[in-house]
């Protein structure tokens, strides 16, 4: 797993394609730890609209394991490339160290030898609540989140009924950028059901599939509120196309749609990519972590939300546990995150603790 942040909006990514996106204490997108499947996540689906051929940018939620598959993770960016079906794609995800603002990047070339006529689409559920609230109460969270279709900005905006005068309002858009000269599809959903269809799951959904009605354009107070914006390209043999996806979170209706203004105008060129590069290095140059170090980090960090065998106690010693949650607190543990557990054996391993606190450090500025 890998986090992308600048301090307040956050993208969580794993290796399958999995992951969420969050703003200060809340998530905008569904996400739930599951390390079999690893099937929760905004996903990227590419349809072939000739012979109807469907797969994802990661692994997941297709299982497409047709094509190569290389994943790539950076300090400032996580990076999927694959090809199928004479198709190449990368997808690039990065957050703007200035804005709340996540970019997602996918760039397809057609190495056929000849055009080819294919439909990008995204898919996340929409939440706007902490991830508590949400995984107590999922149907009662989703009845406060409306959306409406901005065709100005080709834009998904979500924000959420408040419940009480103390809620703090928020505000999620999720817009997609073409290139110039490319016309706009306008196709979008915010209705879970109408998506997957009936029984359906996001492994193959029913508006993507060979004989399905595609996107239905409805908005408002959705039962399963979801974002989805779909782009349809014509590629040319050996030619080369762009587009760009951009989630915002904001505290206002106004700054949200300022920010999408602004970010439909400026997205298509690499200054967010070059901005988060240029913060990271200095962040880690703060912190006194280098590449080789980031790596463990991050490799920590993933055994945190998806626990390995190697790294718990055995298995006669949980199951000799009496102890609930609670048996925590008089530690003053509140048991509700993950915990790491660090022994040493003499003073000498002291530099594991200073190591292990800088990674503490790092992952606190990544919320």
Do not use: C
């Not at 760009?244 to 967010?272: K, P």
């Not at 055994?303 to 106690?313: G, V």
């Not at 543990?333 to 530099?351: C, F, H, N």
């Amino acid at each position: 797993a890998q986090v992308l942040s600048n301090g307040t909006y956050s993208a969580f990514v794993t290796s399958a394609g999995g992951g969420y996106s969050g703003w200060r204490e809340v998530d905008l997108t569904r996400w739930r730890p599951d390390t079999p499947l690893d099937d929760w996540g905004t996903w990227a689906y590419i349809r072939d609209m000739d012979s109807g051929d469907l797969w994802s940018a990661g692994r997941q939620p297709t299982g497409s394991t047709s094509g190569n598959l290389e994943v790539l993770f950076s300090a400032y960016k996580a990076e999927f490339r694959r090809q199928d079906h004479d198709i190449s794609l990368r997808m690039e995800i990065a957050v703007a160290p200035r804005d709340d603002v996540e970019i997602r990047r996918i760039t397809l070339t057609n190495h056929s030898d000849h055009s080819r006529h294919l439909a990008i689409t995204i898919y996340g559920e929409v939440t706007l609540a902490p991830q508590d609230a949400d995984r107590r109460h999922p149907a009662f969270n989703k009845i406060f989140i409306e959306s409406e279709y901005l065709p100005e900005l080709n834009a998904l905006l979500f924000h959420r009924r408040p419940r009480s005068a103390e809620e703090q309002p928020i505000y999620l858009a999720h817009l997609l950028v073409v290139e110039s000269g490319v016309k706009v599809t306008g196709s979008y959903e915010s209705d879970r059901a109408r998506f997957l269809g009936r029984g359906g799951t996001p492994r193959a959904p029913a508006a993507l599939s060979g004989d399905g009605l595609g996107l239905s354009g409805t908005t408002g107070a959705t039962l399963d509120p979801i974002m989805a914006l779909a782009q349809e390209i014509e590629l040319e043999s050996h030619e080369v196309a762009s587009i760009i996806y951009v989630t915002l979170a904001a505290g206002s209706r106004r700054e949200a749609l300022s920010l999408a203004r602004r970010y439909q105008r400026q997205a298509a060129d690499n200054r967010v990519f070059d901005q988060a590069r240029s913060q990271s290095e200095r962040e880690l140059g703060q912190l006194g972590l280098d590449t080789a170090h980031l790596k463990h980090v991050q490799q920590l960090f993933s055994a945190l939300f998806y626990p390995h065998s190697a790294l718990r106690a055995a298995p006669e010693i949980l199951a000799a546990n009496n102890e609930g949650q609670a048996g925590l607190w008089p530690y003053s543990i509140s048991g509700d995150y993950p915990i790491l557990l660090v022994r040493i054996d003499k003073q000498e391993e002291l530099s594991l603790v200073n190591d292990l606190l800088q990674a503490h450090d790092y992952w606190r500025d990544r919320q």
